[in-house]
């Protein structure tokens, strides 16, 4: 039976859930971070924008008064927890691939994984937000160009991790004698996870990657499920294991004291972000109520191929600490 695993995503822009007004903290962030690691939630993970997503949402009206609500750059603050964390993974969920070239990219990585001793999972995206590569000076690509993108950026870093010297001619990444030393902790090289909802997306984890994480925003429970049929198909289609690529979905935990009590604070979240309440409520990405009821919630995820749901989670330390511990102790 495949090892039903929690992991978080961490509150890195402010104001980003039901309950809160908050400005960021990173004190805060730590301090979920070191509770996630001392309660063995399997990964800590942070979102990676340069402007607060709370004021978009792809394919959706923009409210750009919301993106001066702060976020912290992804990279940064996720090095700054690996060096007081000691068994959580660390992962971004997930990186923009436009934002860095893909051999620096790789050098990063590689350097993260050196100083956490070995516990990075590279997690990468082709990127939605097409506003803040705008705001960044970042130039922005059409999605077929940035899907390709994303495969060429894969192919390179697996590359430069598992080489002594590489020479790379692709579409849009090119190096000549590239060298990176020194080479990854982990062999032959850390997961490279791919992010996003998307069939084409789908195929290039399949493909290229050892793992796959999905946005329950735009994918809802039964996409999931058709996504899922649809790698199986494609797995034995290329004679690859399916077992051999990992899932993992992105949940809101409302945490209350009943279920009754969590769902008052989910109708305030979403009308807040402009949902309809009952169409939210109904989304199997939404866990209500006690852990021991969240943790049930989930399974109906692992049942349906997941291996781990990752939780977003709010600016509220003692939110974290009760609800690690309350999952610590239900599973």
């Known amino acids: 039976m495949t090892r039903r695993e929690f992991g978080i995503s961490l509150p890195v822009s402010g104001r980003s859930y039901a309950r809160e007004e908050v400005e960021l903290n990173f004190g805060v962030l730590r301090d979920i971070a070191l509770a996630a690691d001392r309660f063995g939630l399997s990964s800590i993970g942070v979102h990676d924008h340069l402007l607060n997503p709370l004021g978009s949402s792809p394919g959706g009206k923009e409210r750009p008064e919301r993106f001066r609500y702060g976020i912290v750059e992804a990279w940064t603050t996720l090095s ?8 959580a993974r660390l992962t971004n969920i997930v990186l923009c691939n436009l934002f860095r070239y893909p051999a620096v990219l790789a050098k990063m990585a590689s350097t993260l994984d050196l100083i956490s001793d070995g516990r990075v999972n590279l997690a990468l995206g082709a990127g939605w937000f097409r506003t803040e590569c705008l705001a960044y000076g970042i130039p ?9 993108m994303l495969r060429e950026s894969v192919q390179l870093i697996k590359m430069l991790w598992t080489e002594e010297e590489v020479t790379f001619a692709g579409k849009y990444y090119r190096i000549e004698k590239g060298i990176l030393s020194p080479k990854p902790v ?23 990657a050892d793992g796959w994480d999905v946005d329950t925003g735009p994918c809802t429970f039964e996409m999931f499920q ?25 949940a809101t935990p409302i945490f209350a004291r009943s279920i009754p009590e969590a769902r008052k604070l989910a109708t305030v979240w979403a009308e807040r972000i402009g949902k309809d309440p009952q169409e939210y409520l109904s989304n199997k990405s939404v866990l209500l109520g006690t852990a021991e009821d969240m943790t ?8 349906a191929g997941a291996n781990q749901v990752n939780l977003i989670m ?18």
Not at 80 to 87: D, E, G, K, Q, V
Not at 186 to 199: D, L, N, T
């Open 314 to 331: 709010p600016h509220d330390v003692q939110f974290a600490q009760d609800l690690f511990e309350g999952i610590a102790k239900s599973r």
């Open 80 to 87: 700054a927890l690996s060096t007081i964390t000691s068994r």
């Open 226 to 250: 058709q996504r899922f049929a649809q790698m199986e198909s494609y797995c034995r289609e290329i004679g690859r294991d399916m077992k051999s690529i990992r899932i993992s979905v992105n």
């Open 140 to 148: 922005w690509k059409p999605y077929r160009t940035r899907v390709e």
């Open 296 to 303: 049930a919630s989930a399974e109906k995820w692992f049942e």
């Open 186 to 208: 982990q062999k032959p090289h850390p997961p490279i996870v791919i992010g996003g909802a998307s069939e084409n997306v789908m195929r290039i984890a399949v493909e290229e």
